[in-house]
């Protein structure tokens, strides 16, 4: 059974601090990672993702891989209460079908 | 650029009964996914379609099905509505398919079933 766990929160941040989300994953042969953002009663909104190693930037949002550990995470620096939503982390299957979600952090950034 | 747009928005259906949501995928891509979010869990994936054929399946009965169009569209169909089909439904399209193909995936706003 392929999984992948988030910590559902919720996770509260004051307005400008660092809020880190985390997320591992159970199948060793995933090889694309996906962060969507999801505000209530809204659709999830592709935000980043990741293919390798390492990190990547994209304006106050930062993915971080760890393929060895089946680990990825999502820094949003700078956190403004805009970005209080429900953040999903999403795996993609080898074959390059399903992608599998876990069931999302609430991330609360308060003014 | 077109996005991913569905129909309807809400729907109120009974059970038993038969019910249709349709998917317009984004301009350019042939790949489309249907996922179901039930209250306060991720997406969960149903089927995929790439260029009108069925190209994976998740734990679903044979009661959810679907198609896809020449113009890359889609149907879901699910027959014999039960309670706990109640949840949120989600078209997601991307460009690619197969090993290789990273499969980014973009939502459409969705479609709220509300089964009775």
């Known amino acids: 059974q392929k999984e992948v766990e988030q910590n559902s929160g919720p996770l509260s941040v004051p307005e400008g601090a660092i809020a880190s989300l985390n997320c591992t994953y159970s199948?060793?042969?995933?090889?694309?990672f996906f962060w969507y953002r999801q505000y209530s009663g809204k659709s999830p909104e592709l935000i980043m993702f990741?293919?390798?190693?390492g990190d990547k930037e994209d304006g106050r949002f930062t993915a971080q891989l760890n393929k060895a550990s089946q680990y990825v995470s999502l820094l949003i620096r700078d956190s403004q209460p805009s970005d209080s939503a429900t953040y999903l982390c999403?795996?993609?299957?080898?074959?390059?079908?399903?992608?599998?979600f876990g069931k999302g952090t609430t991330l609360s950034v308060s003014s | 650029e077109t996005g991913v747009t569905q129909s309807p928005t809400h729907l109120i259906k009974t059970r038993g009964q038969q019910v249709t949501l349709r998917c317009s995928s984004q301009?350019?891509?042939?790949?489309v996914s249907w996922y179901q979010q039930a209250l306060g869990q991720g997406p969960q994936f149903i089927f995929q379609?790439?260029?009108?054929?069925?190209?994976g399946r998740g734990n679903f009965p044979p009661r959810f099905s679907g198609l896809q169009f020449p113009n890359y569209s889609s149907e879901l169909n699910v027959n014999a509505l039960e309670l706990d089909d109640s949840a949120l439904y989600l078209c997601?399209?991307?460009?690619?398919?197969?090993?290789?193909?990273?499969?980014?995936?973009?939502f459409g706003p969705g479609t709220r079933l509300t089964v009775l």
């Open positions: 990741i293919y390798s190693n």
């Open positions: 301009s350019g891509h042939n790949t």
């Open positions: 999403a795996v993609g299957a080898p074959a390059g079908t399903a992608l599998i």
């Open positions: 379609y790439y260029r009108e054929e069925e190209n």
């Open positions: 997601a399209s991307s460009s690619g398919q197969g090993a290789g193909s990273y499969n980014e995936q973009f």
């Open positions: 199948d060793r042969g995933s090889q694309s």
